[in-house]
């Protein structure tokens, strides 16, 4: 059973720091990865999407890489503003004919100004 | 281009009743998939549906039972309702089952 654990649960920093949120997973036959970002009693928004065969993806502020041998990705935001405040989640897509999506706790990011 | 939707916002029921939710995609996707996302967790994959039929599910009981229509809109039904079921229930679309999946607002289901 596919098991994805997200560490640190908690972050907070100061203004301007770079900051790495990393995600795990046990079963390394993934099809996607993708990370997302959650307000408080919100929807979720996708940041970064990365498929089987790639290593990394680039959004802005934004990277997120992914070793699926090693079970393991990161979320690399540079540069951290006040508004990247907000619940981090990543998931994987597994499974046949159509997809599951499992999800990890996220890490709940605080940067403070 | 109106993103996903979702109806109603917010809903209150009693133990042992029924509920429908309602989702509507994103213009031009055709894969449907829901979540119970309980506070403080990563929402819980229920099932997906694409062309009008369920392609996969998540370990909840039978009482969750799901439909899409021919325009891609999709229900999630909850019979006998439990204090559990008390959640954040999420749709999300997709073009595909493994694109980007696009989230709506949710509907916060309260049981008393």
């Known amino acids: 059973k596919q098991e994805v654990t997200q560490i640190p649960a908690a972050l907070s920093v100061p203004e301007g720091e770079n900051l790495v949120l990393n995600c795990s997973f046990t079963?390394?036959?993934?099809?996607?990865l993708q990370w997302f970002r959650q307000d408080p009693g919100k929807g979720l928004t996708s940041l970064l999407l990365?498929?089987?065969?790639?290593r990394e993806q680039t959004s802005g502020r934004l990277n997120a890489s992914l070793d699926k041998s090693s079970g393991r990705s990161t979320l690399y935001i540079a540069a951290s503003q006040p508004g990247d405040s907000a619940t981090y989640l990543c998931a994987v897509y597994e499974g046949t004919g159509g997809f599951k999506t499992i999800f990890g706790a996220g890490t709940r990011l605080f940067v403070k100004a | 281009d109106a993103g996903v939707t979702q109806s109603p916002t917010h809903l209150i029921k009693t133990r042992g009743q029924q509920v429908t939710l309602r989702c509507s995609p994103k213009s031009g996707h055709d894969t449907v998939s829901w979540y119970q996302q309980a506070l403080g967790q990563g929402p819980q994959f229920i099932f997906q549906y694409y062309e009008e039929e369920e392609r996969q599910r998540g370990n909840f009981p039978d009482r969750f039972s799901g439909h899409q229509f021919p325009n891609y809109s999709s229900e999630l039904n909850v019979n006998a309702l439990l204090l559990g079921d008390s959640a954040l229930y999420l749709c999300a679309s997709s073009l595909l089952s493994l694109d980007t999946q696009y989230f709506g607002p949710g509907t916060r289901l309260t049981v008393l």
């Open positions: 079963d390394s036959a993934i099809y996607n």
């Open positions: 990365i498929q089987s065969s790639q």
